[in-house]
T-cell receptor
Framework: GAVVSQHPSWVICKSGTSVKIECRSL??????MFWYRQFPKQSLMLMAT?????????EQGVEKDKFLINHASLTLSTLTVTSAHPEDSSFYIC???????????FGPGTRLTVL | GIQVEQSPPDLILQEGANSTLRCNFS?????LQWFHQNPWGQLINLFY???GTKQNGRLSATTVATERYSLLYISSSQTTDSGVYFC????????????FGSGTRLLVRP
């Protein structure tokens, strides 16, 4: 199967700072990538869809000014949590597929803790 | 929007036992995937199965799209099967989305 990496795997930051998470497709080109958030013992919730070279599409209730998504190339998407607060602490997971309608492959996730 | 329900929510098995996990969805879907989330959080693809039956080793899956459900069978369970199993349905309208069920948390005891 296809391989997706994320960096960092975990991060601890102070309230008010910004954190950038990278998602890379290692052995395929991902025209579309997805960002999810997972709280403890809960399911994955889709945050946004990013398409290479265009603006991301955010799900209802997700603040686009707080969660900045950039998909500048076919192998890299980034999620920046701006002015992070403790309630943003969560497990963030990205996924990619080789086309919009193909099987999705997931990164290992990034655990964010905001103090 | 579409609802995806999984059952049972929790399951404890003795090593070697068999089990069936169920995924019901409330509307027609274009595709369905099963995942295993290991204790470190990594989602591992198990099956990409819009309809019919697929098998991979001790695991198999069946999707009956017309009746809006899918089943995941685990045979001869091992402790390494522990974790959370998610089904996710592919929805296409104005955009493409993968909607996840609530998951089944499986613990296999030695």
């Amino acid at each position: 199967g296809a391989v997706v990496s994320q960096h960092p795997s975990w991060v601890i930051c102070k309230s008010g700072t910004s954190v950038k998470i990278e998602c890379r497709s290692l052995d395929f080109q991902a025209t579309t990538m997805f960002w999810y958030r997972q709280f403890p013992k809960q399911s994955l919730m889709l945050m946004a869809t990013s398409n290479e070279g265009s603006k991301a599409t955010y799900e209802q209730g997700v603040e686009k000014d707080k969660f900045l998504i950039n998909h500048a190339s076919l192998t890299l998407s980034t999620l920046t949590v701006t002015s992070a607060h403790p309630e943003d602490s969560s497990f963030y997971i990205c996924s990619g597929g080789q086309g919009v309608y193909n099987e999705q492959f997931f990164g290992p996730g990034t655990r964010l803790t905001v103090l | 929007g579409i609802q995806v329900e999984q059952s049972p929510p929790d399951l404890i098995l003795q090593e070697g036992a068999n089990s069936t996990l169920r995924c019901n969805f409330s509307d027609s879907v274009n595709n369905l995937q099963w995942f295993h989330q290991n204790p470190w959080g990594q989602l591992i693809n198990l099956f990409y199965i819009p309809s019919g039956t697929k098998q991979n080793g001790r695991l198999s899956a069946t999707t009956v799209a017309t009746e809006r459900y899918s089943l995941l069978y685990i045979s001869s369970s091992q402790t390494t099967d522990s974790g959370v199993y998610f089904c996710a349905v592919e929805v296409r309208d104005s955009s493409y989305k993968l909607i996840f069920g609530s998951g089944t948390r499986l613990l296999v005891r030695p």
